[in-house]
Nanobody, 123 residues
């Protein structure tokens, strides 16, 4: 599956932004999906995941209560709605697809990656 992330940009602290990740092909609904982010000078971290059917969502402590992951298996797209953004949320955000979701926080679980979209939060 090929993934294309989009929707990043500059937003003020306290603001909101929704980024999306579109998939080509017909197998999107067979993949669990995750979002990761990499802040400047830091490693890439997992922040959210959603199961194939969208019934279960998982979040890191750093974004829980502020970010919402969702998916549309007709449009073959996964979304990340971000609210109450903070300067420390500034990062390149990556979407990724996984056949299995046993270890959804691990990058090695994911077999396909989007190219990343930059989100910058100004103070």
């Amino acid at each position: 599956v090929q993934l294309q992330a989009s929707g990043g940009g500059l937003v003020q602290a306290g603001g909101s932004l929704t980024i999306s990740c579109a998939s080509t092909g017909r197998t999107f609904s067979t993949y669990g999906m995750g979002w990761f982010r990499q802040a400047p000078g830091k490693v890439r971290d997992w922040i959210a995941a959603i199961t194939r059917d969208g019934d279960s969502e998982y979040y890191s402590d750093s974004v829980k209560g502020r970010f919402t992951i969702s998916r549309d298996n007709v449009q073959n797209t996964v979304y990340l709605q971000m609210k109450n953004l903070k300067p420390e949320d500034t990062a390149v955000y990556y979407c990724a697809a996984a056949r299995r979701m046993d270890y959804y926080t691990f990058q090695s679980e994911y077999t396909s990656w989007g190219q990343g979209t930059l989100v910058t939060v100004s103070s």
